[in-house]
């Protein structure tokens, strides 16, 4: 399954987008669904981030140092200068701070490897660059969008996705991990649960896209708009990790991963958080209006007069189609970084997941 996961996902994708189209009904049953399967498919990611390897990465300080700076640095000067080309729309700039902000923690390791980049370096670094993100986010977001927009936000979501479906999980993998050192039924629990991220991966591509494709679909025209932005931050990025990897005078191999590091975004931690935000449904009650069922307009937001506790449906919408898992546009800078660089270096044949690198390593 591992060595087919790249077509089970489009085919993931392109039946959650017919049954989405097809049955708009389904929005709501499905959306209730989504947040046991992200669940599941964070507890399996967790599981693949090795937790006790964060006093290796540390004593890596030129190679954690370049990843650092450049991610918590480098990359919100140059999303906030990017930002600004949208910075009327308060959707599309809350959507493209939460895609570009973030730095990818899981399949980077894979499409690093790929192009002979140092995976196990970048495996290393994934709890730090997890947490970092996760405290720093918030931050930014102040910084770059304002107190006025932040404050329309209702926090209320956001704790209860941040909680949920990352705190608790989180534990729950680095908790595992520990059992699985001296108990069998740990190991069991890894071994099937990191034996299941394909299906898990698949059954979260379909049930997000189905639910939210068909009120996304009606903002395509905007979303659309965010493609360069995408495209110029990748032309950018691409040569700042060299020059950053050249400065702190790393190998090929740790160049290729920080360049990796710096270009791949939409990390699967900001998903629950986009899909937090409020939007129309009925049945939902975390998603009803107090104001007699009437949400926020988006042009409310765009002029300038944000409704206090809320953001905006329309905005949600447009937020949660950027940051949708796997959308065509969000995936540009990895695959495009993956061609760039594997085409400078002779093939190679790697696991799939992280879980395969890992056991790849160890042998």
């Not at 108990?183 to 071994?191: E, F, I």
């Not at 950018?236 to 990790?241: C, Q, Y």
């Not at 991963?257 to 998903?271: E, M, Y």
Request: charged share 10%; proline share 8%; net charge positive.
């Amino acid at each position: 399954m591992e060595r087919h996961q790249i077509g089970l996902y489009l085919l993931a994708i392109a039946g959650g987008a017919i049954l989405g189209w097809s049955l708009p009904a389904a929005a709501g049953p499905l959306e209730n669904a989504i947040t046991p399967v992200l669940g599941l498919l964070l507890f399996a990611t967790f599981l693949g981030i090795p937790f006790s390897a964060i006093g290796q990465a540390v004593r890596d300080v030129r190679f954690i140092a370049t990843i650092l700076v450049l991610n918590f640095v480098i990359v919100p000067a140059v999303v906030f200068a990017l930002s600004r080309f949208v910075a009327d729309s308060p959707a599309l700039l809350v959507g493209v701070l939460l895609v570009l902000l973030t730095p990818c923690i899981d399949y980077v390791i894979v499409f690093a490897g790929l192009a002979g980049g140092s995976s196990e370096r970048l495996l290393a670094t994934a709890p730090l660059l997890m947490l970092a993100q996760m405290l720093l986010l918030p931050f930014y977001l102040l910084l770059f969008v304002g107190p006025e927009l932040v404050s329309a936000i209702e926090p209320g979501p956001f704790l209860e996705a941040l909680i949920g479906l990352i705190i608790v999980p989180l534990t729950l993998a680095a908790l595992t991990q520990w059992l699985s050192q001296e108990w069998a039924a740990g190991k069991t629990v890894m071994t099937v649960m990191q034996a299941m991220m394909v299906p898990f991966m698949m059954a979260t591509l379909a049930v997000v896209i189905a639910s939210q494709i068909h009120a996304v679909g009606q903002e395509v025209t905007a979303l659309l708009a965010v493609v360069p932005l995408y495209v110029a931050f990748l032309v950018v990025m691409v040569p700042l990790g060299m020059a950053c990897a050249r400065v702190a005078r790393l190998d090929s191999g740790s160049t290729r991963a920080v360049i990796f590091s710096g270009a791949t975004r939409n990390s699967l931690v900001v998903l629950p958080l986009a899909l937090a935000l409020p939007a129309p449904g009925p049945g939902s009650a975390r998603r009803r209006h107090p104001n007699h069922g009437r949400a926020p307009r988006h042009d409310d937001l765009r002029e300038g007069h944000p409704t206090p506790g809320r953001l905006g449906a329309d905005s949600a919408e447009l937020i949660q189609g950027l940051t949708c898992r796997e959308s065509p546009w969000a995936s540009v800078p990895r695959l495009v970084a993956t061609e760039v660089t594997h085409r400078r270096t002779a093939p190679r044949r790697l696991p799939w997941n992280v879980r395969s690198v890992r056991n790849a390593e160890a042998g």
